[in-house]
């Protein structure tokens, strides 16, 4: 069963800085997509960044990026020029490229950005 | 935008009694789940559904539990005697077709069993 961790439960950052969330799963599959989601307080989630596993390049949106490691079944988060905006609950999500299309997700990292 | 929308925001109910979470979907969206948050722990998939019936449901979604589209534009979640584990944020999502379309959640409906 594929499982997904994320061991940072609480991250803060200054204003304008840059933060890294840490997210590592576990699965068999050598294909699939992994996403992080932001949640801001009593708001859906919304997708940040999406990841197709068989793509060797790091998916890039704005101010966030990914550091995609799949030998190492690591996924990390990289937020730049942190705003107080960014302050969230951020979840990294697993997904299988067939089936239902669940969601596997992590136990989250809530980011607060400092002003 | 459109967004997935659920109501109540929060439901306080009696240990024993049925409750009933509802979801509007994105209204060209096919697939839909219900997942749930245990405060401080993993968001969990509950089940999903498509064509008018469930596709896949977890271990957590018993004979307690019930979805219906009753009408087309609404994906309720019943719970039918809940229970004090009960008590946690349910998401419903949707997504359209195909394995590369992100899911879509609502803001959540926080239940709590008294």
């Known amino acids: 069963a594929q499982t997904v961790t994320q061991s940072q439960p609480e991250m803060s950052v200054q204003e304008a800085e840059t933060v890294t969330l840490s997210c590592t799963y576990d699965?068999?599959?050598?294909?699939?997509?992994l996403f992080w989601y932001k949640q801001p307080p009593s708001r859906q989630m919304i997708l940040v960044i999406r990841q197709e596993a068989y793509k060797q390049q790091n998916a890039t949106e704005n101010r966030f990026s990914v550091n995609f490691q799949k030998a190492a079944k690591s996924f990390s988060l990289k937020i730049s020029d942190s705003q107080l905006g960014d302050a969230a609950m951020y979840f990294c999500?697993?997904?299988?490229?067939?089936?239902?299309?669940?969601?596997?997700f992590g136990t989250g990292t809530r980011l607060k950005v400092l002003a | 935008e459109p967004e997935v929308t659920q109501t109540p925001s929060h439901q306080v109910t009696q240990m024993g009694q049925e409750v009933i979470l509802r979801c509007v979907p994105i209204?060209?969206?096919?697939?839909f789940y219900w997942y749930r948050q245990i405060l401080g722990q993993k968001v969990e998939f509950l089940v999903s559904f498509y064509n008018n019936e469930i596709s896949e449901k977890s271990e957590i979604f018993d004979d307690q539990f019930s979805v219906e589209r009753p009408d087309g534009s609404n994906f309720t979640l019943k719970i039918r005697s809940t229970k004090l584990e009960d008590s946690a944020m349910y998401f419903c999502?949707?997504?359209?077709?195909?394995?590369?379309?992100?899911?879509?959640f609502g803001p959540g409906t926080r239940l709590t069993v008294t």
């Open positions: 999500a697993y997904k299988r490229t067939s089936g239902t299309y669940k969601y596997i």
């Open positions: 699965t068999s599959e050598s294909d699939y997509y």
């Open positions: 209204s060209n969206h096919l697939y």
């Open positions: 999502a949707s997504r359209n077709t195909g394995p590369t379309y992100e899911q879509y």
